[in-house]
């Protein structure tokens, strides 16, 4: 009887682990063979009976459930169980969404004993190196089922790495201690892969602080490492939807995707909201509109909201107020002078200068306001408003009193107050008078009337109401500069004479402070008459210009009449009058009227004239002009001079050359084309010295009281002296101190032979090349602007790190680039190139950059620049939008990130 009942027993147990064997084979075929399947909803494949709400792995459970990646039988999921190995590769090969591919493999010989149900995934876990076999086979014994063995939680944590493509990364951490207490017993080669996991947020340890490496990993366990894996995914399922929260209603939730893309899904009563940081369920009123979160949606039905980022990104945009349309709910701003339109939110908050609350129909245009508005969607709606400056408007009327054309300031009695005041006429501010505008300030007379309008102080309109002075033409009949007076012959015949002020001024092309001796009988003339006076105030000389000529011989001076008697090259004679205004030099130095007879006679010089006034007559040595002849057989050259024409001068074999940066420089140095400055021997006809007028590029490296160290394209390094005789100006030629230039800056640095002459700033565009024409011009998007097309004259050089091309075709779309630019000089055109980073976190306080380091010793964080451009495609991000692990593309200048391209999905 105890025998029959003892076979029973043994019957019964064996009945019982077939039937446990039996379940543990269909949950894990579910797990394989998990799809989505329309014939049930997605709610329902994600509910388990043994998974109560609140249950600590319930969100990570139905996020993968959803996803297909897992799946239970009969309604339970048991996440109590433990995990095979050939269970986990199955997991992992479902994670990656591989499950179709596994299903298409044939048979193939397979080293490990594994299930015949899991072998395909198993390979198809090897073919994608989330498995790595010789790892595996190393640490089997090939006569065991290598399947059936229990997954370790160390064992799992490098599966899961490898499936987001983190191996490398591991790698790095590999001879990195862990901070959990049994850190001793977790394998070497897992440590750089558990510290990777931990570092992702990935994986935790036990509440006692460690990590238990060698324990077996329960089906729990598992859906949450893998739950927070998922979205390290190189590449996602098709049913996330991730980005930020546009709308969000009872029914619906729009989602304003990284691709520019917005997806619209429904909320249904299934629909599960979780928080990435808690693992408790949350309210759908939880989640906020600009909210970050990632969605698994099927059919259009938005079944699991995981909020990622809570955290909403406000960017501040200040400018001058344009208009504010209460109706349309909109403000009008002009901002770094584009004009941008803004939506209001219904409850926008507006404040005063003193942060106390006003109505949005009491701010006042041209104020000076901030705005805030979310920083994550372009077309966000403006949420407040603050005035930080109210405009001040002001109106004078009344007289000039002075004024300065090239400042462009005025000086205005005032008819009420009586007092005077000088005001800038910004160069965009019209000068109106009635239906005309004038030119500049020099239209203006003392005692003009003027109407001036004042916004903050500045002036924004110019209107001149009234003048008392006529303009007259006619010829010039008699001229008496000691009694200040002029007569001339009007255009109806008659003559008129009129009073010359003592600070009239005459205007004669060419001639600098002429004045009334300068005119002549017959002079076509324009005179500016003072009604009320009958004053002339200014004389312009409307026939007559200032002429030259070169190579005269002096014949004779008579010292009583002034007179001086020339022969051109023609050997025609010509008689000039002089006087004592008449510049006379000699090879650059001044000599008196006296001594010029004795000093000039039969000496060949070049002279400046209007008329048969003499103005100037210099016996020169030099000329500045464009080679455009070179003549080895007769040993000519010939050059193109701005003032005397071509000019034909001999040259030696021995004659010298001079070239910046070639101190061996010689004749077949010069091409036609070049700019020169011949130097002449003592008879004036051949040319003693060659001097090569350059300009060039030059990064300054280094700056003392009058040198600066430079280097050029190529890295070659340069000191140069800025000494008094060096003209130093800005970018528009005003003359500035050597001390603005700093470490850094380019310069273009202008050369006569080896001697420097003249050291400006160059023009220099940063940003991405947009399109490359073919007649000389480059469009690139500015960082910090817009799009800005260059006209490039001239040579070019392109440079492409240790390349140098000069041909702009070398250039293509979406390069990075400085253009570096002077006028008559080679642009430079170095590329920059792009370093691919993973963002780890940005410090606004120090506007710091942190990227993931791939060794230890390389530098992680970088400043960026005044004007950086961060952008996703054409979207422009802010800096804190960037999330841990952001794929991006870094363009550096100077050490300083110049442009952020976020490239991952």
């Known amino acids: 009887m105890k025998t029959k009942m003892l076979q029973a027993l043994q019957k019964t147990v064996i009945l019982m682990m077939v039937m446990l064997l039996a379940f543990s084979g269909a949950a894990m075929a579910e797990d394989a063979g998990a799809q989505t399947n329309s014939s049930t909803t997605a709610a329902s494949r994600a509910k388990f009976s043994d998974i109560p709400a609140g249950y600590w792995a319930e969100k990570y459970v139905k996020k993968l459930a959803l996803l297909g990646v897992v799946s239970g039988s009969n309604g339970m999921f048991k996440p109590k169980d433990n995990i095979s190995r050939e269970e986990a590769a199955i997991m992992a090969v479902g994670l990656m969404g591989l499950k179709a591919e596994a299903e298409g493999k044939t048979d193939a010989v397979l080293k490990l004993i594994v299930s015949s149900w899991a072998k395909k995934y198993v390979i198809t876990a090897i073919d994608h190196k989330i498995l790595n076999l010789q790892e595996e086979l190393a640490g089997s014994d090939l006569l065991s089922p290598w399947g059936k063995a229990k997954a370790t939680r160390e064992w799992v944590a490098k599966l899961a790495v490898r499936a987001i493509g983190k191996e490398t990364d591991a790698a790095s951490l590999q001879g990195q201690h862990t901070d959990f207490t049994d850190d001793a017993a977790i394998s070497d080669n897992a440590r750089g892969y558990i510290n990777e996991a931990v570092k992702l947020d990935i994986i935790k340890g036990k509440p006692d602080g460690s990590f238990d490496p060698k324990g077996n990993i329960t089906r729990a366990e598992m859906a949450v490492m893998f739950g927070n894996a998922e979205r390290y995914l190189g590449r996602r399922s098709a049913q996330i939807v991730s980005g930020t929260v546009a709308e969000i209603g009872s029914q619906t939730i729009k989602i304003q995707q990284t691709d520019g893309t917005a997806a619209t899904l429904n909320l249904t009563a299934d629909t599960a909201y979780y928080k990435q940081d808690s693992n408790l369920r949350i309210f759908s009123s939880d989640v906020k509109q600009y909210y970050q979160v990632t969605v698994v949606q099927e059919n259009g039905n938005a079944d699991y909201v995981e909020v990622t980022n809570d955290q909403i990104q406000y960017e501040t945009i200040k400018g001058t107020l344009v208009s504010v349309s209460l109706s349309d709910r909109n403000l009008i701003m002009q901002v770094n002078g584009e004009t941008k339109v803004f939506q209001i939110v219904p409850n926008v908050a507006v404040k005063d200068q003193e942060g106390n609350g006003m109505s949005l129909s009491a701010l006042q245009e041209n104020s000076q306001i901030s705005v805030m508005k979310s920083a994550l969607d372009a077309n966000g709606s403006v949420v407040q408003i603050a005035v930080e400056k109210v405009p001040v408007v002001a109106q004078v009327q009344g007289k000039v009193v002075s004024f300065d054309t090239a400042a462009r300031t005025v000086t205005v009695k005032d008819d009420a107050g009586g007092t005077s005041a000088a005001y800038v006429i910004p160069d965009n501010v019209p000068l109106k008078f009635g239906d005309q505008t004038l030119s500049d300030l020099s239209g203006l007379h003392i005692g003009d009337q003027v109407v001036l309008h004042l916004t903050d102080g500045a002036v924004d309109q110019f209107e001149l109401v009234s003048s008392d002075f006529i303009k007259l033409e006619g010829a010039v009949d008699i001229i008496d500069p000691s009694g200040q007076s002029v007569y001339i012959i009007n255009q109806d015949h008659t003559r008129s004479g009129y009073g010359v002020a003592k600070n009239a001024q005459v205007f004669i092309q060419g001639l600098a402070d002429a004045t009334l001796t300068d005119l002549q009988k017959g002079d076509s003339v324009t005179l500016e008459v003072n009604k009320s006076t009958n004053e002339v105030l200014n004389i312009t000389v409307q026939n007559r210009q200032v002429d030259t000529g070169l190579s005269y011989t002096v014949i004779e001076y008579g010292s009583a009449s002034k007179q001086v008697v020339l022969k051109d090259r023609d050997n025609n004679f010509v008689v000039f009058d002089m006087n004592d205004k008449t510049k006379i030099e000699m090879y650059g130095s001044e000599v008196s009227l006296d001594a010029f007879s004795t000093t000039f006679k039969n000496k060949k010089v070049d002279i400046t004239y209007t008329g048969k006034r003499l103005i100037a007559i210099r016996m020169s040595n030099s000329y500045t002009g464009t080679i455009s002849k070179l003549d080895a057989s007769a040993k000519t ?269």
Do not use: C, W
Not at 710 to 730: F, R
Not at 830 to 837: A, E, F
């Open 637 to 905: 050259v010939t050059i193109e001079t701005d003032n005397y024409g071509s000019l034909t001068f001999g040259y030696m074999v021995s004659s010298g050359v001079q070239i910046f940066g070639n101190s061996n420089a010689s004749l077949a140095d010069l091409q036609l084309g070049d700019l020169v400055k011949v130097l002449l021997d003592g008879n004036q006809e051949k040319v003693l010295l060659f001097e090569r007028s350059d300009k060039k590029i030059f990064k300054v490296t280094g700056t003392s009281a009058y040198n600066l160290s430079v280097q050029n394209e190529s890295g070659i390094q340069y000191e140069l002296y800025a000494g008094a005789n060096v003209n130093v100006t800005n970018a528009d030629d005003f003359p500035m101190n050597l001390s603005n230039i700093k470490i850094g800056d380019y310069i273009a640095a202008s050369f006569e032979g080896q001697t420097l002459t003249k050291v400006q700033p160059a023009k220099v565009t940063r940003g991405i090349v947009k399109n490359v024409g073919t007649n000389g011009t480059l469009t690139m998007f500015e960082y910090g602007g817009s799009d800005k097309t260059l006209v490039l004259r001239g040579g070019i050089k392109v440079v492409m790190e240790a390349s140098v091309s000069t041909s702009l075709t070398s250039l293509q779309v979406n390069n990075r680039a400085e253009v570096i630019t002077s006028p008559n000089a080679v642009t430079l055109i170095k590329i920059i190139p792009g370093i691919q980073k993973s963002f780890f976190k940005y410090d606004a306080q120090n506007n710091v950059i942190m990227f993931k380091k791939a060794t230890l010793s390389e530098q992680y964080q970088f400043n960026l620049t005044a004007n950086a451009y961060i952008h996703q495609g054409d979207q422009t991000l802010n800096p804190s939008s960037l999330v841990n692990n952001d794929s991006l593309m870094i363009y550096m200048i100077d050490g300083k990130i110049a442009e952020v391209d976020k490239v991952n999905p």
